[in-house]
């Protein structure tokens, strides 16, 4: 037996592990990692099952090539050569990329989701992010510049948290990494700080909370406008960073008062009204919002006033308030002024955002003839079928492509339909550092995870599947050597850090600094070039990151050196110096979002009536990817119809209920709870498993809620799927 150490991957909150591996590489054991100094020792359900997950006996062990309707177990290499015979003859604009959540949570993912998605050479990009968070994006893009600019929660050190839309006691953060959240809100009321949590249920957030308030699902936009309107009319607002639109943004609030908008919401004006004055009061307050109020019609907007909100009572990046992490691999600036719509769809003409097409249009583009229809696609830990909306739609239109590949652990609802699979190594097998969660952390902080076990003789690594990927769509072929495009890639990286005015490495020589790279892999080295350019690296800015007091710059091996982690200190002011919008200030009203106020200001008249469906989050599940490990499945973890007891009465409904929508219809056992609010009703996200190979699943099947949203209904400015507030009927089963 012997330890080791490592960041968890499973959720967002990047909680550190003490791995017990026996001598043939099993995990055995799992505990927290009381040294490290972010989760301390934190560990939920999920991180302490991960060595199930690691060992689950229906992962795939080896590629499988689909002929004939029949699986066959091949070599590494004929899996290869089966991509470049089938993906080859199809000419670029004609293929697709899907990139599910899992990505965020690996380093491969990461690295080599643009370089894949470049040698496809197609527009047609898809991920999670549309199905999840780029309302998020699209809005700090549009007032800071940049999608990546994400304020977060300083939960540290705040006094007043008004949460809407966000359930950490089951998810464990979400743009918000911040390992044990519930303890932190804990220590938030034991400071005699004040928690407010809006949301259609009582969930075990609310539960913990000051205050729960009942919103009608996708409304949370109105209720947000009405604060800003309060804040304005009575002259509560108290800006303190640079900014640009505040009089636009007060003129578009103008209609929007206390009792318009608790018509809409169901706040009572009051409580509305009362809720802006205690936040300009607060000493220190943010507002914080996540996927319940994200992935609704108004989504976009939600996520501007949020942001808009914090600015007003003068908490955006002051200690307290919604500040900015700065991560130790931060990537370079943005040089251009952050815009959607570059493109569009070529059915519907919905917009690009981040360079991606919302995955709402996937299905159509895929049935649809002419020029530009897809033929063939790339998906990448991702399962559509159950994440995407009107799943039952993209599961057949999958059957229809020429060719599609999937790189996967499992044989899935997704995946069934690959010509070939390409099973990633196992957890334990990858090395780890979080490039994309780091950057939304409320305490900067860095850690790398070495690989735990060897990878077996002629298993490639994650990395090398996706550099072969990229290399075969490139045209290079599947013999083509995979450390050629690492090269590529560092050779661009260092070229334009040295050529960049103003770059602490601005006129090196690159060999030079490619010499001076550690990394017994591609992705080591290319993290360690991230770190010695980041604002602690040796070649960067070397801010202090309270290492060994020495002063040297950060690199890959400071990480592992301290394999627990290091903890770089509390978040720091960083704007204006941060915003790259074209008026280097907050932008307070973009065109693009005051375009959209309008529709929002029409729903002001919309009568409230009928039943609207939510999704809801578990602790022991992430979407569908955690349904077949033995103990995260079962107890709470239940795929039931939560409904108020009320509305069973008053429908005569017994102990199943048909639902119906717009998209399709599903017979669900139903959970009568009275933390759900009259006239909605909460079904969990990632189930449908009916027909999988994975046993455990298979077994525990559930419905899938996305048979049931409309994948017609998007919201406008992000694309991002509609998941809650979709109308739905009830009846008895």
């Not at 998605?117 to 309302?135: C, E, H, N, V």
Request: one cysteine or more.
């Amino acid at each position: 037996m012997r330890t080791a150490h490592r960041t968890c991957p499973l959720c967002e909150a990047v909680c550190g592990l003490t791995l017990t591996i026996d001598d043939g590489g099993r995990v055995t054991g799992v505990r927290g990692d009381d040294a490290d100094p972010f989760s301390k020792g934190f560990i939920c359900p999920k991180g302490a099952s991960l060595g199930r997950l690691d060992d689950d006996p229906d992962r795939l062990s080896g590629p499988l090539v689909r002929r004939d309707g029949e699986w066959h177990e091949v070599s590494w290499a004929e899996a290869f050569e089966a991509v470049e015979r089938g993906l080859a003859p199809i000419p670029g604009p004609a293929r697709a990329l899907y990139l599910g959540n899992p990505n965020a949570h690996t380093m491969a993912g990461l690295l080599y989701g643009t370089p894949l998605a470049r040698s496809l050479g197609t527009r047609q990009i898809y991920s999670a992010s549309t199905a999840d968070q780029m309302p998020k994006h699209v809005s700090a893009g549009l007032m800071f510049g940049h999608p990546l600019t994400i304020p977060v929660p300083d939960l540290d050190r705040t006094g007043y948290l008004l949460m809407l839309g966000a359930n950490p006691l089951e998810s464990n953060g979400s743009l918000c990494t911040a390992p044990d959240f519930p303890g932190r809100l804990k220590r938030l009321r034991a400071r005699g700080g004040r928690l407010v949590v809006v949301d259609p249920r009582r969930t075990r957030t609310a539960a913990l909370a000051d205050e729960h308030v009942f919103i009608r699902p996708g409304t949370d936009a109105h209720l947000l406008m009405g604060i800003v309107h309060t804040l304005f009319a009575e002259n509560l607002t108290d800006v303190r960073v640079p900014v640009s639109g505040l009089a636009e943004l007060e003129a578009a609030a103008r209609d929007f008062t206390a009792q318009a908008c608790a018509r809409v919401c169901g706040v009572p004006a009051e409580l509305v009204t009362r809720l802006a004055r205690e936040l300009a009061a607060a000493p220190t307050a943010a507002v914080y919002s996540r996927m319940g109020a994200s992935t609704v019609e108004f989504g976009t907007l939600t996520q501007w006033l949020v942001d808009a909100v914090n600015v007003l009572t003068g908490n955006l990046d002051r200690p307290g308030g919604a500040m900015f992490p700065r991560p130790a691999a931060e990537g370079p600036p943005r040089r251009k002024p952050y815009a959607t719509g570059r493109w569009h769809s070529r059915v519907r003409g919905l917009p690009e955002a981040n360079g991606e097409l919302p995955v709402a249009t996937l299905a159509e583009e895929i049935e649809t003839p002419g020029e530009g229809r897809i033929r063939a696609l790339v998906t990448v830990a991702g399962n559509p079928v159950l994440s995407a909306p009107n799943g039952t739609r993209l599961d057949a239109a999958l059957a229809g492509l020429d060719f599609m590949v999937s790189v996967d652990p499992y044989l899935n609802e997704t995946t069934r339909h690959a010509h070939v699979i390409l099973p990633p190594p196992r957890v334990v097998q990858s090395a780890h550092y979080d490039f994309a969660l780091l950057g939304l952390a409320v305490r900067d902080y860095a850690r790398f995870s070495p690989p735990v076990v060897p990878l077996d003789d002629g298993r490639p690594a994650e990395a090398e599947i996706f550099a072969r990927l990229a290399m075969i769509a490139s045209g290079q072929g599947a013999g083509a050597d995979p450390a050629l495009l690492d090269e590529l890639i560092l050779d661009q990286m260092l070229r334009a850090a040295v050529a960049a005015p103003g770059s602490p490495v601005e006129g090196r020589d690159p060999a030079e600094l490619r010499a001076m790279l550690t990394g017994a892999t591609g992705p080591e080295l290319r993290l360690d070039a991230m770190l010695r350019l980041g604002p602690y690296g040796d070649w960067g800015g070397r801010l202090p990151w309270g290492g060994n007091g020495s002063g040297e710059g950060m690199s890959l091996a400071t990480l592992l050196d301290n394999p627990h982690g290091v903890d770089i200190g509390p978040l720091k002011p960083r704007l204006p110096a941060l915003l790259a919008t074209a008026s280097k200030t907050v932008e307070l009203a973009p065109g693009p979002i005051l375009a959209d106020v309008p529709r929002l200001r029409e729903a002001l008249g919309r009568e409230a009536g009928g039943f609207v469906l939510i999704g809801r989050r578990h602790l022991r599940s992430n979407n569908s990817w955690m349904h077949n490990v033995a103990p995260l499945v079962g107890g709470t973890n239940r795929c039931t119809l939560q409904i108020n007891p009320g509305d069973v009465a008053r429908l005569g409904l017994g102990e199943h209920a048909v639902v119906r929508s717009a998209a399709g219809e599903l017979t669900v056992r139903l959970e009568p709870t009275d933390t759900i609010m009259p006239g909605v009703v909460s079904l969990p996200h990632g189930w449908g498993h009916a027909g999988t190979a994975q046993l455990v699943a298979a077994k525990n099947a559930g419905v899938s809620a996305n048979a049931l949203t409309d994948e017609s209904v998007v919201d406008p400015l992000s694309g991002n799927a509609v998941f809650n507030g979709v109308p739905v009927t009830l009846s008895p089963a």
